[in-house]
């Protein structure tokens, strides 16, 4: 009886135990990615540049594909493709902002996504196709 007690308070224990951890992970993990996405916007409200990341990635795709390519019309073909991939990125960061409750008030909101419009619009993107829901 004593056995089935201890096992039964042990599997409790390390059931508690694991509920906790995973917890602890999803916080951690959530928060860098909201915080993430937090500090992106910042840096792009800022200085009105594609962040470091996003550059650092796309500059990094055209040296893997550099060998294989040869010409400027493939060097033009790559930079359009960073432009249209930041300016994919920026509009998923305005849908964030239009749909997150992070934002202090619509007024702050209304602000962020101005901002963000007109920078999409420097960006080059007022030729590509407009974010949903942006009308």
């Known amino acids: 009886m004593t056995a089935i007690v201890a096992i039964l308070t042990a599997s409790l224990l390390l059931l508690f135990a694991m509920m906790a951890a995973t917890s602890w992970f999803m916080t951690r993990l959530m928060r860098a990615y909201i915080g993430s996405k937090h500090e992106l916007l910042e840096q792009i409200l800022r200085t009105e540049q ?12 055209a040296v893997r594909r550099a060998p294989r390519t040869e010409g400027a019309g493939t060097i033009a073909a790559a930079d359009d493709r960073a432009a249209r991939k930041s300016i994919r990125k920026l509009d998923r960061l305005i849908g964030y902002v239009r749909t997150t409750r992070l934002v202090e008030d619509e007024e702050t ?22 974010p949903a829901g942006s009308q």
């Open 50 to 61: 594609v962040p470091e990341q996003w550059a650092s990635s796309y500059s990094l795709a």
């Open 109 to 130: 909101r209304r602000t962020l996504l101005a901002d963000l419009s007109r920078i999409r619009g420097q960006w080059g993107g007022a030729c590509h196709e407009q």
